[in-house]
């Protein structure tokens, strides 16, 4: 029962990785926590809205956790990680171990049972923190690999609670997870939910599997039997996330945004066509891809600055991680060499930007692109191809998407693209650029409609009712 010290409890509990919120250093050498941009955050807003909720997550440095504290109207409940179990927990396993194996091994994923170890000393840690502060029959939302025994441990804490986790990331084929020396527990960690959501159907799907294959559970038209006596069965769905479209189109349709975007085309050398592509530096974004097609596109003379070029934002991630330290190596060799080879003076072929940036800045770089490129290998969703539409108010830009992208099964009318086909992508690229202004427009309404309808806050809604109904079907249109 819950036993919060503090005495507060809440009907809504998150569970994340990340706390919504970053801590700041003032001019004045105090500190403050901002509220993270992020999408998960603006969809929580519209949640809890109506419902004041806890959020249990790291506050980002090792060492001890802050005192929980309250930051608009959301409870903040911050989990302590060593700077040991940083490495472990999270570098190592949840990105070295988990990424790659559910990335379908696009780099050899690494092995340790010291970070197995943490990792479950981690999910505890969180767990227990859920535990004090949900109220009775409370509703729990885990979220994403990082935390994927929390459901089987909060229910062993707290049988009364209903518990649902949602999968950022593809979950993959059983072929790939069986290399999991600790594929049983994950899988019975996951099963303590009463519903799991997944990005895309053959996501839910690939779970299921893994459950009928590797612990021999009994399976149904997307449901999981558990076999701890109860007659307990878990359901397994695609609900895929999405962003919040009012919002950011009210943003990009900002003068100043606009006149940064033209800004932007006009430092650039105002160019013909505009590619860009916006992605963290992942070996999972297909960044290498793009850049050879792009390369070769200009070294065939089939496009070629000044009329063209490519800015490249690549975010800073993983830094630690050795997979992350080669791919930026290579990356900015790659970039070096096509702009040495084929750049002119005051016209780059490409612009490469290692940095983060505001979001007013993002919506002025979509709105000033005419091509989008989005060519991951794998990816769970990929929210940078539903903002860039979701910007193109104007109706203006191409998209080109990777077939393997969540994306794309909802945005198929996209210039769609396989990266690893090197020819094809470029083919596709040449087609996003030379297709008549009329056909794009209404390519764009439709990729628009799409996101429109099916924004961040009808996402949070259909989670919610998905885990109220678990384990039948919820209605289909809340
Ligand atoms: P990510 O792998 O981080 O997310 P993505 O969905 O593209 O990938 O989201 C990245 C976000 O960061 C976007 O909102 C983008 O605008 C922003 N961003 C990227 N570069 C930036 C920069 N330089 N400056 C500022 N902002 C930047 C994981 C999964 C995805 C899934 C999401 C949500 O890997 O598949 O779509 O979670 O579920």
Redesign the pocket.
Known sequence: MPSSQHGKTFDLVIAANRLPVDQVILDSGETEWRRSP???VTAMDSVMRDQPGAWVGWAGEPGEAPAPFDQEGTHLVPVALSAEEVRRYYEGFSNDTLWPIYHDVIVPASFHREWWTAYQRVNERFAEAVAEVAAPGARIWVQ?YQLQLVPAMVRALRPDVRIGWFN???FPPVELFAQLPWRGQLLRGLLGADFLGF?RQADAQNFVRACRQLIHAETKAGTVAVDDGSGRRVRAAAIP?S?DFKGLEALAREPSVGERAAEIREQLGNPKVLMLG???L?Y??GIRHRLKAYEELLADRRIGPPDVTLVQ???P?RERVAAYQHLRADVEQTVGRINGDLGQIGAPAVHY?H?????E??AALFRAADVMLVT?LR???????K?YVTCRFDLGGALVLSEF???WHELHQAFSCNPHDIEGLKQTILRAINTPEREKQRIMRALRKRVSDHDVQRWAARFLAALDAAPDRAEPNP
């Open positions: 992020g999408g998960l994403d950022h990331i593809p990005q996330i962003i916006v992605d963290r992942d999972t974004k934002v690549a975010t991630s930007l940095h983060a940036y505001p979001r800045e993002m991951p990816d769970g969703m990929n929210l940078v191809a903002e992208t969540g994306a």
